[in-house]
């Protein structure tokens, strides 16, 4: 089973939209047709900065994909400061990533609320990337891939195959994020290998052989073609290099 390759930059917190309207212009001066056959690039920039991204994506027909950062669990309604679904989808977004550890840290959302939020940006055909992986400690104790494959049942509980399929799973070691410490290849693999089985075992083999598992933390052009070399890991969110397109595009490049 071919999966296409998918680099995803997680710009968090950073650029307005003046500031999003040039660094895509940057990468879309960078790629070639070549490098959009041999890989998916998607941005996720701040809300705010969305409708301009969607503007020059659509109005020089860019092959990048952008999506958003978050999604309320709700359609609509009084939910003051959120987002949702049906919102992004309007806005051209074909991704959202649910369940960062910044959201799971900073705003306490937890296996439920991320599984309503996977749920949510289904019902507008939008597709999750949902991050899952473990502390420090948990990581100390051995217990990464319990720990990650917990997280991985809470957020897909009642969600069927055929959703599952088209989903992005992004292992992404707490310890590792906007740290400078990537994890190694094989700590990647043992853990995205992990994954794939219990899709498989939640599912079935054809699901788990069509889900993209990335790896996110702390990755930069001169550790991706490692962690790229391994069966289960088929891409990268990428969260401060994605800021540099120099630097971003050269992953997208698996370092060359
Ligand atoms: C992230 O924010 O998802 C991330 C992986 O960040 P960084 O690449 O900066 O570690």
């Not at 049906?86 to 074909?94: D, E, F, R, S, V």
Request: overall charge negative.
């Amino acid at each position: 089973m071919s999966r296409k390759p998918l680099i995803a930059g997680n710009w968090k917190m950073n650029k307005n939209h003046l500031e999003a309207i040039k660094l895509v212009q940057e990468l879309a001066f960078s790629f070639t047709d070549k490098d959009f056959d041999k890989v998916e690039v998607a941005v996720l920039p701040p809300f705010t900065d969305l409708r301009s991204v969607q503007t020059l994506v659509d109005g020089d027909k860019l092959r990048i994909v952008y999506g958003a950062q978050d999604l309320s669990a709700h359609d609509a309604g009084a939910y003051t400061g959120e987002i949702s679904g049906a919102q992004l989808a309007k806005l051209g977004c074909t991704f959202v990533t649910i369940g960062h550890s910044e959201r799971r840290q900073y705003h306490v959302e937890d296996d439920a609320l991320v599984n309503a939020k996977v749920k949510a940006a289904f019902r507008h055909e939008l597709t999750p990337i949902l991050c899952v992986g473990e502390g420090l400690p948990v990581r100390q104790a051995g217990d990464q891939v319990p720990h990650t494959i917990a997280q991985v049942d809470g957020a897909l509980a009642g969600v069927g195959a055929a959703q599952v399929k088209s989903i992005v799973i992004a292992y992404e070691p707490v310890w590792a994020i906007g740290t400078g410490e990537v994890a190694t290849p094989e700590d990647a693999q043992e853990v995205c290998g992990a994954i794939r089985t219990r899709l498989a075992g939640l599912y079935d083999r054809e699901v788990a052989d069509a889900v993209r598992i990335l790896y996110g933390g702390s990755v930069k052009s001169d550790n991706t073609a490692g962690i790229m070399a391994k069966p289960d890991v088929d891409g990268a969110l990428v969260g401060g290099a994605s800021l540099d397109p120099g630097e971003f595009v050269k992953i997208c490049r698996f370092g060359e």
